[in-house]
């Protein structure tokens, strides 16, 4: 009995120490265990984080809070306190797990996924561009056809114009024969609008005609007695188609051949017998006067003679033109 009691006594301690030292290892085993799967997790959620923020994307949120925080235990282990004896032998509801943390894979299809949305995103925006293209060229197509179209309305409107200039030209022949005076192949017509020498051989010339050139005498005196009966009583310089705009004292018709005979106006002689004649009177002097400032030829109507004028001057002017 004794020899009993004395091996309990030393092996009992011995098992009990022995538990002790087990259960301390196996402690410091989970411990270990613990933080090397904690450092693991810490380092996938730094990679993690840093993955997302190359690629531009939106923090995760399973990492937030993975154990709860002291005041969700704090409170927790308040409402279990307060339920009494009854809700402690029940099953204790465990409070609500966080979310996991994205492992690596889930982070590859998240990226894969947005990738595919970025494909897919740049395929419409192809469609979009083709059709673009196609709407170009249908309005470079319309364009086109409307610069021809525009084209070939300038080619009719200027078709238009020459056949108006010439219905003028023929209308304005016609008129200068049926209205004016016709001598040879030559017909003058009078008209009574006030015009500048240049502007007058204008509007002859879109008539179908020029300004009078009286090629000799016989011309030069119908015209005179044309003008006469067509102004009498009054006397009107008339423009002619004369000028020496080219080279001073050098007289040319309009059409560019030189004048043959002239019939300038000179200041009346003294009759014979008659005492010595004073000096010419100044409104009718001796013809041409006017130098270099009068350049152009008008015919007076009373008489026919020629005067000089400013060629800037607006006078009454006559047309000729072929029959």
């Not at 009854?86 to 894979?105: A, F, G, I, L, N």
């Not at 610069?147 to 003028?168: F, H, I, M």
């Not at 003294?270 to 100044?282: N, R």
């Not at 409104?283 to 041409?288: A, D, F, G, M």
């Amino acid at each position: 009995m004794q020899a009993a009691w004395l091996l309990g006594a030393l092996v009992v301690p011995q098992l009990l120490g022995f538990s002790h030292g087990a259960r301390g290892a196996d402690r410091e085993w989970e411990g270990v265990w613990g933080g090397a799967q904690e450092e693991e997790r810490e380092r996938e959620a730094l990679m993690l984080k840093h993955l997302q923020e190359a690629l531009g994307l939106p923090a995760g949120r399973g990492d937030e809070n993975p154990e709860g925080t002291p005041e969700d235990k704090e409170t927790w282990w308040t409402e279990e306190d307060g339920q009494g004896e009854e809700e402690e032998e029940t099953t204790v509801t465990p409070s609500s797990s966080p979310s996991p943390s994205p492992t690596p894979e889930d982070t590859v299809t998240y990226i894969l996924g947005r990738l595919a949305g970025l494909d897919a995103g740049l395929h419409q925006l192809h469609v979009r561009l083709h059709a673009l293209d196609t709407r170009v060229v249908e309005l470079t197509r319309g364009l086109r056809q409307l610069r021809e179209a525009a084209s070939d309305t300038r080619d009719a409107v200027q078709a238009l114009q020459e056949a108006q200039s010439r219905a003028e030209r023929e209308h304005g022949r016609l008129e200068g024969c049926l209205k004016g005076l016709r001598l040879g192949h030559k017909c003058f017509l009078l008209s009574r609008d006030f015009e500048a020498q240049a502007a007058a051989q204008a509007r002859c010339v879109a008539r179908g005609g020029s300004l009078a050139q009286p090629a000799d005498r016989q011309q030069m005196e119908a015209l005179t007695r044309y003008l006469r009966a067509a102004l009498a009583p009054y006397n009107w310089p008339v423009w002619l188609g004369v000028h020496d705009r080219r080279s001073e004292g050098l007289y040319l018709f309009e059409n560019g051949q030189r004048v043959s005979f002239f019939a300038w106006h000179r200041a009346p002689r003294p009759e014979p017998g008659a005492g010595p004649s004073p000096a010419p009177h100044p409104l009718s002097p001796n013809q041409p006067n006017g130098g270099t400032l009068e350049n152009c030829v008008a015919q007076a109507s009373d008489d026919g003679s020629w005067w000089d004028h400013d060629c800037e001057r607006r006078l009454y002017y006559v047309c000729e033109y072929p029959f």
